[in-house]
């Protein structure tokens, strides 16, 4: 086909770029403008802002990074202070040693025993009243009613057997009694009083099946173990040694048999030691209070 003069005309490939393709209209120039090199030069255009969008864009997120973390680590400064920390400053260790206290030594506890293992430190009053209060004892469900107290600087007038021998021979200075009673059985509690420890458990070994304290009535108790047999025990603690003797208010002998007999003295026994603990704990407390 022909396409006026200058013989024929050269193909346009759309796919190559403007350099690559023949002349338009060969060597000759009409003057209508290059439609093609125009839109290449736009494309061309184009793409290099579109690259330096791209690139501008990660340098402002690069700078938004850097800008978030001088602010986290502003936060952790001084409320008063300006800025991130010198570079070359070093952020506590999660190794660092805890603080070390100097060790504290609480004094030990006072020992209460230790106030009624010697006559030196056990001062407080002392008499048969304040050994046993009131005019009854309650033992879980037993009522016993208080009978006739006595006391003595000389031990050997509520003694009895061999119980006067051993008590003057380990200096026994004072002797309390008292009785109690329930359904025609009655109790004597003997407390002997020493100048310390040692000789209340001496006199405690030295005692024999002989050696009784006296029965004591009185206040509606009859006499009791006056010539019967009768259950008979011996303690000691601190610089107490304390006695029993149990037995029927009507005369009767006492047997194994007898459980009722058992538990009253037991139950006296046990009390008198308590009545004891709790005097040295009363005075260690006040000791304790008073510094």
Not at 172 to 194: E, N, P, Q
Not at 236 to 251: H, N
Request: charged share 20%; hydrophobic share 35%.
């Amino acid at each position: 086909m022909s396409y006026g003069q200058g013989g024929p005309q050269s193909q346009w490939d759309p796919w190559k770029p403007h350099s690559q393709q023949d002349s338009w209209n060969g060597a000759g120039d009409d003057g209508t403008p290059d439609w093609a090199a125009l839109a290449e030069a736009s494309e061309t255009r184009n793409k290099r802002r579109r690259l330096l969008f791209i690139g501008g864009g990660v340098v402002v997120a690069a700078g938004v990074g850097t800008a978030v973390a001088l602010g986290v680590v502003s936060a952790d400064g001084p409320k008063g202070g300006a800025g991130a920390p010198n570079a070359g400053a070093s952020l506590p260790s999660a190794t660092a040693a805890a603080p070390s206290f100097a060790p504290t030594t609480a004094p030990p506890p006072l020992d209460p025993k230790e106030f009624i293992s010697s006559a030196r430190k056990d001062t407080a009053p002392l008499s048969p009243e304040t050994l046993f209060p009131g005019t009854r004892l309650t033992v879980g469900g037993t009522v016993y009613a208080k009978g006739a107290t006595a006391d003595s600087k000389d031990c050997s007038q509520g003694a009895g057997g061999t119980l006067p021998q051993v008590l003057k021979a380990d200096g026994c200075t004072r002797l309390m009694r008292v009785t109690y009673s329930k359904d025609g059985i009655a109790v004597t509690v003997g407390v002997a009083v020493f100048q310390d420890e040692a000789a209340a458990a001496k006199a405690k070994g030295a005692a024999d099946k002989k050696s009784i304290v006296r029965s004591l009535p009185g206040k509606g108790v009859k006499s009791f173990c006056d010539s019967a047999i009768c259950r008979s025990t011996t303690n000691a603690y601190g610089r107490y040694a304390y006695f029993t003797i149990t037995g029927f208010t009507d005369g009767k002998n006492v047997t194994t048999k007898d459980t009722p007999v058992f538990r009253t003295g037991d139950d006296l026994a046990e009390f008198t030691f308590r009545q004891i603990r709790a005097r040295g704990e009363a005075q260690a407390s006040a000791a304790a209070a008073n510094g």
